[in-house]
Nanobody, 125 residues
Framework: QVQLVESGGGLVQAGGSLRLSCAGS????????LGWFRQAPGKEREFVAS????????YYGDSVKGRFTISKDNAKNTLVLQMNSLQPEGTAVYYC??????????????????WGQGTQVTVSS
């Protein structure tokens, strides 16, 4: 049974930092493209960042470029999102996702092989 479990969310003041983790079980991270998405109340799901398993190339949404960093540890089956300079518009539930075939997640509107349950990030002004 595949599971993706996010952690590290919480409440932070604007300008602060948070580090999200996504622990995977039942799948081999080195064989999956991995990504982070977020969804704020009343808004559509938004692409945040992804990392392609074959090349290690990283991709970022325009709103987070230069502030967020995605990385992974294949040995630990862990995906990490380091978020710096957080702003109130970053308040959302953050989800990690894994897919064997979708390497360019930023424009993908279809499903993913696996999703985590999400972790809440709240940024106060």
């Amino acid at each position: 049974q595949v599971q993706l479990v996010e952690s590290g969310g919480g409440l932070v003041q604007a300008g602060g930092s948070l580090r999200l983790s996504c622990a995977g079980s039942g799948l081999t991270f080195s064989r999956y493209n991995l990504g982070w998405f977020r969804q704020a109340p009343g808004k559509e799901r938004e692409f945040v960042a992804s990392i392609a398993y074959s090349s290690g190339t990283t991709y970022y949404g325009d709103s987070v470029k230069g502030r967020f960093t995605i990385s992974k540890d294949n040995a630990k089956n862990t995906l990490v999102l380091q978020m710096n300079s957080l702003q109130p518009e970053g308040t959302a539930v953050y989800y990690c996702a894994a897919d064997q075939f979708v390497s360019r997640m930023e424009h993908w509107t279809g499903g993913m092989d696996f999703w985590g349950q999400g972790t809440q990030v709240t940024v106060s002004s």
